[in-house]
């Protein structure tokens, strides 16, 4: 029995985000929020487990993130940090801080105004430093999805290879993702930390030989673990060192992996 786990952003998707830096207002889409979170310890990501289009930007844009999230009782995980956190503790961290859902609108129609063609939006979220208890960045990324991805999936079927995916993305966005390439919804993991995705191939190990593709720092723990671990380069992203060391395979295409004695 085998199993393939795929990360969603950046491996099965090309990923498109929408990065502000509260402190100076500017508006990027060439920084990769994993990296912004991995250059200081205290930072988090937080991702908002809601639909933008139908709940963040038809929000009041003058009110705090904070009163928005206490308020609306808005469901939030953390995706990605080097310590755990729980919720109770971001929530204290940020009950002062000043940030706006207009901050988290402007990503969002930063996103949608550049028409990528953006198949799946894998939502809305932020840093926040919980040493200074500021809100630093907000964040919206959508994705398209890599041509080869649909081939990919239908021969690893073919070969009866079980597919999952382990992401920190939102739930919603990757149940549609499940539906579009056609797994079951239970094959779903969301909302993974970088210990999480770890535990998920721990426990897929018990009845697959398990294969983890992923392509960021926040899947080195689970490209470990994985009896085999692949690192693809698709994205076009910059890839820090200590994850190409994690990995036993490099690939520049998903459809590569096909490739690889499993």
Partial sequence: MKAVVFDNSGTLIKRYRALKDLRSGSICDNVNSIEVVDDDINRALVVLQTDPSKCIMKARPDQTIYNFLKKNDIK?????????????????AIKHDNSLISDLQDTYKTVMDKQYNVHI??????????????????????????????????????????????????????????DYINIPIENIFDTASSRRK?????ELKENYKVMMVGNSSNDI??????????????????????????????????????????
């Fill in 76 to 92: 939030f995980d953390v995706s990605y940090s080097d310590v755990d956190i729980n919720k109770e503790e971001l929530l204290n």
């Fill in 221 to 262: 723990l689970a490209l470990q673990e994985a009896d085999i671990g692949v690192l693809t380069l698709q994205q076009g992203d910059t890839t820090p060192d200590k994850v190409f060391k994690a990995a036993e395979y490099v690939i520049n295409n998903i459809s590569e992996i096909l490739n690889i004695d499993f």
């Fill in 198 to 202: 770890k535990e998920i191939i721990k």
């Fill in 121 to 178: 939006c894998s939502g809305s979220g932020f840093i926040v430093n919980m040493k200074k208890g500021e809100v630093e960045f907000t964040i919206t990324a959508g994705g398209k999805i890599f041509k080869e991805v649909p081939e990919v999936i239908s021969e690893l079927k073919n070969r009866n290879i079980n597919v999952y995916v382990a992401s920190g993305d939102r739930k919603a966005s990757l149940e549609q993702l499940a």
